[in-house]
């Protein structure tokens, strides 16, 4: 994330990180923005995705293949692990 964006927001209130985290999940579900996501993903494809649960600061970016889709996640299966993610679109 951008340094000036991150600073911006750690002097946000605790009232107006709630606003903008429901601002964004909003945006996130928004059916249309999910269907032009979908255009470009298939079963079987290969793609890239950010675990997001890693330890640290830092996102760690990952590989795997999206296994099942569904109207608001698909899930992918991780290349180094075999493990499963239920992820957004996004």
């Known amino acids: 994330m951008d340094p000036a964006t991150l600073q911006a927001l750690s002097r946000a209130s605790s009232l107006e990180l709630f606003h903008l985290s429901r601002v964004i999940e909003r945006l996130m579900s928004d059916p249309s923005r999910i269907v032009q996501i979908r255009l470009h993903l298939n079963l079987g494809q290969r793609v890239r995705f950010v675990d997001g649960k890693a330890p640290g600061a830092a996102l760690q970016l990952r590989s795997g293949t999206?296994?099942?889709?569904?109207?608001?996640?698909?899930?992918?299966?991780?290349?180094?692990?075999?493990?499963?993610?239920?992820?957004?679109?996004a």
């Open 66 to 89: 999206v296994v099942a889709m569904k109207d608001t996640q698909l899930t992918v299966q991780d290349d180094a692990t075999r493990a499963t993610w239920t992820l957004p679109y």
